[in-house]
């Protein structure tokens, strides 16, 4: 297993190792034991796991308070996760980067609490899977613009599906700071 931090503070990329042979593959996708390695918790609540149709793009999701960590990883076909640093006073507010998850490699993204996360899908479909740190509040929901001109996340596509909440969803720059997540509280 190889971890790896990303350009922004606190998500971890971990690219998994695979064992290949005539019958398939084999791999882990979580061990407990992981909780040692730098940045990832081991207090995973809660398993998500999603079906999309090509250009269904879904997010940028967060919730504050409550805020949640979240493994992902997809298991059939490929998207490109994005992650947005949205807490208050931290060095990297505002900025975002983003990866392409795919089976092919199996690569999974450590997203901390206190980010917002989405993704859109690039292949005909894809199965994504995530777990995470706390569990789902709907009361405590929060979405921010995909296509935030401030943000100008580089997606690989320019019409996505969408759900109405994220198609109505405000600029970042217009949720008041107290709905927000505080750097360095989280």
């Known amino acids: 297993m190889n971890l790896r931090g990303t350009r922004l503070q606190g998500p971890v990329m971990i690219e998994p190792r695979i064992f290949r042979d005539e019958r398939g593959y084999f791999l882990e996708t979580w061990n407990q034991s992981?909780?040692?390695?730098?940045?990832i918790p081991s207090d995973f609540?809660?398993?998500?796991?999603?079906?999309?149709?090509?250009?269904?793009?879904?997010?940028?999701?967060?919730?504050?308070?409550?805020?949640?960590g979240k493994l992902v990883m997809v298991l059939q076909g490929e998207v490109y996760d994005v992650a947005v640093d949205i807490r208050v006073g931290s060095p990297t507010f505002g900025q975002?980067?983003?990866l392409t998850l795919s089976?092919?490699?199996?690569?999974?993204?450590?997203?901390?609490?206190?980010?917002?996360?989405?993704?859109v899908v690039t292949s005909e479909f894809a199965v994504f899977m995530y777990k995470c740190t706390n569990f789902y509040r709907p009361e405590f929901e929060g979405s921010v613009a995909w296509d935030d001109p401030d943000l100008a996340i580089e997606w690989p596509v320019s019409s996505p599906i969408l759900a109405a909440?994220?198609?109505?969803?405000?600029?970042l720059r217009?949720?008041?700071p107290d709905r927000l997540p505080a750097w360095p509280e989280i």
């Open 96 to 98: 975002w980067m983003g």
């Open 165 to 171: 909440k994220d198609r109505d969803a405000p600029r």
């Open 45 to 68: 609540v809660q398993d998500n796991l999603s079906r999309s149709a090509k250009g269904v793009l879904r997010g940028l999701h967060y919730q504050h308070p409550a805020a949640q």
């Open 174 to 176: 217009a949720i008041p």
């Open 103 to 119: 089976s092919a490699d199996h690569r999974q993204l450590y997203i901390p609490p206190g980010f917002a996360h989405g993704f």
């Open 34 to 39: 992981r909780s040692g390695d730098p940045g």
